[in-house]
């Protein structure tokens, strides 16, 4: 099943303005639909493609770059090898799953230098240590991230095409009314089942949520090999599976040594850098200073873990579970949810956000007088103001941080931000917008 994937425009983007001086790689975690929108853009945009799966190809193809010193037998042999005709200007190259053959990668430079043909890379672990080692990165590559679906995604391939509808609420200013139950039903079915391609086509295809669940729990199984490969100790499996308890305990940062059970060791950052790069978590620093770029301020030894996919999320959470007995999508789409798992919703917000291109940031700083702190969820960027997000997962009245946060940092703050399943009104000083009108906010902020 194909949807229609925002990472197409930004492929047709690369061709026409950037492919005859640079390769492009889509990278991302496993099953995230790399291969997919690939294919159906090679199909549509050329006139001849080679496609190279290296976790399929033979010797025969492998063979073919140990030498690039004579571009004119590379070409031709790849052409006898797959049968296909390349034609200079309107022919791409396709090497899926790159990483497997790091070789290929590094030929890109060359590849690219010769112009005549278009290359496209595909990969995930792409940066994992020893899928680099050795080989001299190219320069001459553009990366694009592939992220699971997202919300707008998601209503498209179910066949509503009612998201771009919803940018209206926002110019209104004004309650939505009765359809905000329908509308926040929807948003937790998106939650329930995901992003993950092939999670989307059982739910679209009529499977039911243990038979979705199964389907994740399969996804989840494949990193956890990957994860072995990359660390035979486990402590990234470990770090993986601990995401959903730590951020249920609301505790201000994530603790490693919590995971593995373990002391603090020196190869934590590496771990951690490890699993970042498996694109199957996002990280969000704590900023030390929003008055100041929130890059600049970034504290490397303080930040949250969470999941890349909200779906996958849901399932981790039970995953020690028979999937009979995996309750939450009954009470998640009931809105039955006790309040302790409204960290759920935290982590769709954060999937939300790093979808629309921007990193990560929390903030946390001690109340005056008192041994507790005040915490912002979420910092997004805005040219040089900041614009502080606060995830509720119920009542929406008490909002003391963000009250603290706009007082202390009041000429940096465009304007604070309550984001909740609530219906969209003003609280005080604060626009509520109802989870399922937050990509809309950030896609009207991007355009601005």
């Known amino acids: 099943m194909i949807f229609k994937r925002k990472v197409y425009d930004r492929l047709l983007e690369w061709k026409e303005k950037y ?23 090679v199909e549509n945009e050329y006139e001849s493609y080679i496609f190279i799966d290296f976790s399929l190809a033979g010797k025969n193809v492998l063979d ?28 791409a190259i396709v090497f899926d799953e790159v990483q497997l053959f790091p070789k290929a990668r590094q030929a890109i ?43 707008e995604e998601f209503k498209l391939a179910t066949g509503d095409n009612t998201y771009k509808l919803l940018g209206n609420y926002l110019e209104s200013i004004k309650e939505i009314g009765n359809i905000h139950r329908k509308l926040m039903g929807d948003f937790r079915i998106y939650m329930a089942v995901g992003g993950m391609p092939q999670a989307v086509a059982a739910y679209i295809d009529g499977k039911s949520f243990a038979q979705i669940d199964i389907i994740k729990r ?32 609301g505790k201000k940062r994530f603790v490693i ?20 790069n498996s694109k199957t978590v996002l990280i969000s620093h704590n900023c030390t200073n ?20 909200t779906g996958l999320f849901v399932t981790l959470m039970y995953i020690d579970q028979p999937v009979t007995e995996n309750k939450i999508y009954e009470k998640l789409l009931a809105d039955k949810l006790s309040a302790n798992l409204g ?14 291109g921007h990193e990560l940031f929390y903030h946390v700083w001690n109340k005056p007088d008192s041994s507790h702190c005040y915490e912002i ?34 000429k940096y703050v465009k304007e604070g931000l309550l984001v909740s399943q609530k219906d969209f009104q003003m609280v005080d000083n604060y626009m509520n917008l109802p989870i399922y009108l937050f990509s809309q906010y950030l896609d009207k902020l991007n355009q601005a």
Request: include cysteine; glycine fraction near 4%; charged fraction near 25%.
């Open 109 to 151: 430079k060359h590849l690219v230098a010769d112009g005549r043909y278009h290359y496209i890379e595909t990969g995930s672990l792409i940066s994992i240590r020893k899928n680099v080692k050795d080989i001299l990165i190219p320069s001459e590559e553009m990366r694009i991230p592939v992220f699971p679906l997202d919300y």
């Open 290 to 309: 929003p008055s100041s770029n929130l890059t600049s301020s970034r504290d490397l030894d303080t930040y949250k873990l969470y999941l890349a996919d």
């Open 218 to 249: 399969e996804i989840i199984n494949l990193y956890e090999d990957d994860f072995r490969k990359i660390d035979s100790s486990g402590r990234i499996s470990q770090i993986f599976h601990s995401i959903p308890a730590q951020l249920a305990l």
């Open 343 to 356: 960290f759920l919703y935290e982590n769709a917000v954060a999937q939300i956000i790093t979808a629309h």
């Open 377 to 410: 969820d979420f910092l997004v960027a805005n040219n040089d103001k900041t614009i502080p997000v606060e995830v509720k997962s119920s009542l929406i009245k008490s909002h003391s941080s963000l009250d603290a946060y706009i007082q202390k940092y009041k």
């Open 19 to 41: 492919a005859d001086s640079y390769a492009v790689l889509l990278e991302g975690a496993r099953r995230v639909g790399k291969t997919t929108v690939v294919r159906e853009f």
């Open 64 to 91: 073919c770059f140990d030498d690039l010193s004579n571009l004119n037998r590379f070409f031709l042999n790849l052409q006898a090898i797959s049968g296909i005709e390349l034609y200079k200007g309107k022919s």
């Open 257 to 276: 040594s919590k995971a593995t059970g373990r002391g603090k060791s020196d190869n934590d950052l590496e771990l951690l850098y490890e699993l970042e």
